[in-house]
């Protein structure tokens, strides 16, 4: 299980690449890269007040409990090792205190499937990450995730949200799905930001959706067209979907 006062989402870093298992396998030993954010399992990370980096139910873990730079980061079963410990400094930076040196993409390259590393803190690009908070709400939202938005398309003349409002397609509001898990009250507004080119709005949750979340299509919102169209979504029916991150402001 997730430690208490854990926070869960992407951790992004280099060129806006997410932290990333590769090929999604859950095995011990399955190395850690930077991939084209996708909201996808592989990528929803939980940071906890233990100090550990979760994913896939495993933990970030640095090979052989080695402090060398260049030593590289893999997923495995979680130890309470130091190797498997980690700070998220307001600076951006993770470091592993046992080693003193920073999470750090290779080479500074930010091709998909590069490998990440430990690395003698430089202040660099290739060590920045943004990460999700652990602990209370300070007025800036709660977590930050990656997950799919999709949009209403036509809808008949006075269609009702299911919280009893006139629906309009054009408004700044959203639904969830009827299964999520903490539910979201109606009247919560949402942050909602573009992964591929950095468009945020802010919705109100207003309706809710038959749609589920599912580790292939993980659709966490439906907007309405114009919110969908404002934040850059093209309304074509082939087009599907948008990766976006929701954050929830309250």
Known sequence: AAPAQAATGSI????????????????????????????????QWTVGSDGTIRALGKCLDIVDR??????????????????????VTAAHDIVNPAADKCLDVTDRNSANGTRVQIWTCTGGSNQKWNAPATGGSTGGGGATDTCWATHYGPEPAGALTASGELFDNNADTAATSLSRNPQLPFGTRVKVTNVANGRSLIVRINDRGTFTYTPQEPKCLDLTDGAFSRLGGSLDPDDGHIVVTEQVLG
Request: net charge negative; hydrophobic share 30%; proline share 2%.
């Open 12 to 43: 992004t870093g280099l060129d806006g690449k997410c932290l990333d298992v590769a090929g999604a396998d859950s095995a011990n030993g399955t190395p850690v890269q930077i991939y084209d954010c996708n909201g996808t399992n592989a990528q």
């Open 66 to 87: 080695s402090t060398a730079d260049g030593a590289k980061v893999q997923l495995w079963d979680c130890t309470g090792g130091a190797n498997q410990k980690w700070v």
